[in-house]
């Protein structure tokens, strides 16, 4: 059966990355992103691969988001595997000295718009009786680091958020995984640093996690046996011992 596979934050990173990875493997994707003009690019490249269908919307947006899901063609109604990919952290400041509007957005990004993305596919899994949701986390959501404060907040709530769906969702028999990823050399850093230059040091004097690195463990996750589930998985660069300890070559 061929399976269609629903991706947030579809237009960079693990997110662009995990869907080539699954037009490789002849899923049908179905590809969310705020720039359209990067989706429609996207989709060119994979359709002679896969079906492929996107939405352009944000996920901060709650009616935005059900109506854009609403809104499928019959063919990419059915959503097999949720990839809840969509996620930013902004600033990098102590607590005191935090900006309020960076707080907001990482709230309303990594833990509502997740929460709505979800809400409106969970239905037609639990109606079938089957599904698989990814959620994509960080080490953040692991330990708390310094000056990591609402993001690291915002990647706990991830977790527990995906062990609360594991649970509530059991009877039905859906997959629930998070995926939590170290030091990966995307677009994360630029957004963080808002453009600042400093951001081109974050993944100097060592090899960090490419996207497809995570796109590829992301396909294995969804491709085990019916009867398997990898409920939490952390993943490092080898450079990396956990969020503050990191082999840089000088």
Request: hydrophobic content about 40%; some cysteine.
């Amino acid at each position: 059966m061929i399976q269609t596979a629903l991706i947030t934050g579809a237009t960079s990173g693990i997110g662009h990355a995990t869907a080539y990875e699954f037009a490789k493997h002849g899923i049908n994707l179905v590809l969310c992103g705020r720039r359209l003009e990067r989706l429609n690019a996207l989709k060119s490249a994979l359709k002679s691969q896969t079906e492929v269908h996107i939405l352009n919307f944000d996920v901060r947006n709650k009616q935005d988001t059900f109506n854009a899901i609403s809104s499928l063609p019959e063919t990419f109604k059915n959503i097999n595997i949720l990839i809840n990919n969509a996620g930013n952290a902004h600033g990098l400041d102590p607590i005191q000295e935090g900006n309020i509007d960076d707080w907001d957005a990482m709230i309303d990004i990594n833990v509502k718009g997740l929460l709505y993305v979800s809400k409106a596919i969970i239905p037609q899994m639990t109606a079938r009786q089957s599904g698989h949701i990814i959620n994509i986390g960080s080490s953040a959501g692991k330990e708390v680091y310094p000056k990591g404060n609402v993001y690291c907040a915002s990647k706990h709530a991830v977790l527990a958020i995906t062990e609360g769906m594991r649970t509530d969702l059991n009877p039905f028999g859906i997959k629930v995984s998070a995926i939590n990823p170290g030091l990966v050399e995307t677009e994360f850093s630029k957004v963080r640093f808002k453009g600042d230059l400093k951001a081109d040091a974050v993944y100097k004097g060592f090899k960090a996690l490419q996207a497809e690195d995570i796109a590829e463990i992301i396909y294995f996750v969804i491709s085990r046996p019916n009867h398997v589930n990898i409920a939490d998985l952390l993943v490092f660069p080898t450079a990396q011992a956990n969020s503050t300890t990191v082999k840089k070559e000088l």
